[in-house]
């Protein structure tokens, strides 16, 4: 189900992600999640500084704990991969309306980006993302990616997307049996939603596509 709620996490400490992190890589953690995803919620002020309620922030952080444990679990399946693809929201263009010189694709359905401005986050992740070997795609919603992976016969995807898309999104790369790694949205929104660049940035550089050089910069 879609969050019926709206949240920003841009203002949350890293140390957030950073506990996010290191609590998903904990034993039993299913057993106490709930706890977990309290202390988190409490430690890092989620509610105070979303505005959400208690159990909106409760939501939100168990599900972005599921996130980070599915990362983990899916980390080698993923290293062996070799065709990869990027799915990237298009509501994290800079520009919603014609300002935005993407081309829309309808056969892929993919926006394909122009790189009309250099502090788009879609520009530059399609940019480090495309010097890494992977396909990029700007997708305007989640129905249109079985139709491109049906296409394109790739072995491993990152997903840049709202954490219940995510899980989702999860599921159903688990039935087709292919890998997956995740970045979840820190705003979501129908516009200007943010994820991080450098969560991307770490999770394409920690798992190089095999003979293909390492990016540095
Ligand atoms: S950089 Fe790409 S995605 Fe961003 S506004 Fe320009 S064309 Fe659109």
Redesign the pocket.
């Known amino acids: 189900m879609p969050y019926r709620f709206s949240f920003d996490l841009s203002s949350i400490s890293k140390a957030f992600f950073r506990d996010l992190a290191n609590v998903a890589k904990e034993k039993d953690l299913h057993r106490k999640l709930g706890s977990k995803a309290r202390y988190l919620a409490e430690k890092f002020k989620i509610q105070q500084i979303t505005g959400l309620e208690v159990t909106d922030a409760l939501m939100l952080v168990e599900d972005l704990v599921d996130i980070y444990v599915k990362n983990i679990s899916g980390t080698q399946r993923f290293l062996k991969t070799q065709k990869r693809a990027l799915f990237l929201p298009h509501c994290a ?3 919603m309306d014609c ?4 081309q829309f694709k309808p056969e892929i359905p993919s ?1 394909k ?5 250099k502090d ?1 986050i ?2 530059r992740a399609t940019k480090l993302a495309e010097k890494n070997g992977y396909e990029v795609y ?1 997708v305007a919603g989640s129905s249109c990616i079985p139709q491109i992976i049906k296409k394109n016969g790739c072995e491993g995807v990152i997903g840049v997307a709202c954490s219940d898309e995510l899980k989702m999104g999860a599921d159903y790369l688990g039935r087709l049996g292919l890998a997956g790694q995740a970045v979840p949205l820190t705003k979501n929104g129908c516009a200007n939603t943010k994820f991080s660049l450098r969560t991307l940035k770490n999770l394409i550089e920690a798992f190089p596509i095999r003979g293909r050089k390492v990016t540095v910069n």
């Open positions: 263009r800079k520009f300002k935005c010189k993407a926006y980006c122009q790189h009309c401005s788009c879609v520009n700007v």
